[in-house]
């Protein structure tokens, strides 16, 4: 555990590669070094079928028979597994922003998850995907918690209208989206980027770095340098709405969906999180509503979504932990 600890830091995360491609093959040395983390949480953690096939995880959050899970899965009729018991479930509140779903199972005495609510991970931690029974994967944080209204098949740039050509010295505007917000700020092709937020853009890469933890709805304040010479500011709310209905941004998300499907299937619900952190572990989309545990195997979130090849999403612990209570409200 201290070397995986040592490679956090050091920022190796080769190790979490999968041995054969596959999205839900950890690998078995990981598996042992990580089995005394993820042992305290097999009997809070739970496996739910609709017609004896797996369609979500859950979490036991009342020792009498309440449990968590991903509520857009949960169609029809399904059943809960703790250890070697079925039980028929109910769903007896939910809370749609943020797909969750309170369940109602006829057993008592069970072991309540604990969440740790002060846990603030960091880009670049190691986590875990413990299972009932198994590890589901392991990953690294990719992005500390955003409102993720977000979609994963649209860039940055998407969401700004614009396409830009980066050299070493200069980021250019190329192209204007004559539907997206720059073109309604004004922004105009040939123009050249020379601050984001008032930091000074001196190549193509800072202008990257300037833009990384930006997202939906964001405000940005562009200023450009344009051919007469003439510096011109201005805001820009980041949206993705404009592409939502065009024809290029369908077959942007089209063609993604595709090649995020040849990993592992995307849930359904896959986005509109009022606030997740994404990580990179590989888990499937019926492995989400289950807890994420770090290194110190302390409970830091609810995997939430699949959201593409590249990311899972997970809703933060002191959060979940506040929805759970809203929940447990909502059903008296």
């Given at each position: 555990?201290?070397?995986?600890?040592?490679?956090?830091?050091?920022?190796?995360?080769?190790?979490?590669?999968?041995?054969?491609g596959s999205?839900?093959?950890?690998?078995q040395?990981?598996?042992?070094?990580?089995k005394?983390?993820?042992?305290?949480?097999?009997q809070s953690?739970?496996?739910?079928?609709s017609?004896?096939?797996?369609?979500?995880?859950?979490?036991?959050v009342?020792?009498?028979?309440?449990?968590?899970?991903?509520?857009?899965?949960?169609?029809?009729?399904?059943t809960?597994?703790i250890?070697?018991?079925?039980?028929?479930?109910?769903?007896?509140?939910?809370?749609?922003?943020n797909?969750?779903?309170l369940?109602?199972?006829a057993?008592?005495n069970?072991?309540?998850?604990?969440?740790?609510?002060?846990?603030t991970?960091?880009?670049?931690?190691?986590?875990?995907?413990?299972?009932a029974?198994?590890?589901?994967?392991?990953?690294?944080?990719?992005?500390?918690?955003?409102p993720q209204?977000?979609?994963?098949y649209?860039s940055?740039?998407?969401m700004?209208?614009?396409?830009?050509?980066?050299?070493?010295?200069?980021?250019?505007?190329?192209?204007?989206?004559e539907?997206?917000p720059?073109?309604q700020?004004?922004v105009?092709?040939?123009?050249?980027?020379?601050a984001?937020?008032g930091?000074?853009?001196?190549?193509?890469?800072?202008?990257?770095m300037?833009?990384?933890?930006?997202?939906?709805?964001?405000?940005?304040?562009?200023?450009r340098l344009?051919?007469?010479?003439?510096?011109?500011?201005?805001?820009?709310?980041?949206?993705?709405d404009?592409?939502?209905?065009?024809?290029?941004?369908?077959?942007?998300?089209e063609?993604?969906?595709?090649v995020?499907e040849m990993?592992?299937?995307?849930s359904?619900?896959?986005r509109?999180f009022?606030?997740?952190f994404?990580?990179?572990?590989p888990?499937?989309?019926?492995?989400?509503?289950?807890?994420l545990?770090?290194?110190?195997?302390?409970?830091i979130?609810l995997?939430?979504?699949?959201?593409?090849r590249a990311?899972?999403?997970?809703?933060?612990?002191r959060?979940?932990?506040?929805?759970?209570?809203d929940?447990?409200?909502q059903s008296?």
């Amino acid at each position: 555990m201290e070397r995986l600890k040592e490679m956090e830091i050091e920022g190796d995360v080769q190790i979490l590669g999968l041995e054969d491609g596959s999205t839900n093959k950890p690998d078995q040395d990981l598996i042992e070094v990580v089995k005394p983390l993820t042992a305290p949480f097999s009997q809070s953690v739970v496996r739910l079928y609709s017609q004896g096939e797996p369609v979500a995880m859950g979490v036991v959050v009342d020792q009498d028979g309440l449990v968590v899970s991903k509520a857009s899965e949960l169609a029809g009729s399904f059943t809960v597994e703790i250890g070697n018991t079925q039980y028929d479930a109910d769903v007896i509140a939910t809370d749609e922003p943020n797909d969750l779903a309170l369940i109602r199972i006829a057993a008592k005495n069970l072991t309540p998850i604990q969440w740790d609510e002060t846990a603030t991970p960091s880009v670049g931690s190691f986590v875990v995907t413990p299972g009932a029974s198994q590890v589901l994967g392991f990953g690294t944080l990719s992005h500390q918690a955003i409102p993720q209204r977000l979609s994963p098949y649209f860039s940055i740039l998407n969401m700004l209208g614009l396409k830009v050509e980066r050299t070493k010295s200069v980021t250019q505007i190329k192209e204007v989206d004559e539907q997206g917000p720059a073109h309604q700020a004004g922004v105009e092709p040939g123009e050249i980027i020379i601050a984001v937020n008032g930091s000074p853009i001196s190549n193509g890469a800072s202008f990257a770095m300037s833009l990384r933890n930006s997202t939906q709805g964001s405000v940005v304040t562009l200023s450009r340098l344009r051919p007469n010479g003439e510096i011109i500011h201005s805001k820009i709310r980041m949206s993705d709405d404009h592409l939502e209905s065009s024809d290029a941004g369908q077959r942007t998300r089209e063609i993604l969906r595709v090649v995020s499907e040849m990993a592992s299937p995307v849930s359904d619900r896959s986005r509109d999180f009022p606030l997740v952190f994404l990580h990179d572990t590989p888990i499937n989309a019926s492995d989400c509503g289950g807890p994420l545990i770090d290194l110190d195997g302390r409970a830091i979130g609810l995997n939430i979504a699949r959201m593409d090849r590249a990311n899972t999403a997970a809703i933060p612990a002191r959060f979940v932990a506040k929805m759970i209570e809203d929940l447990i409200a909502q059903s008296r």
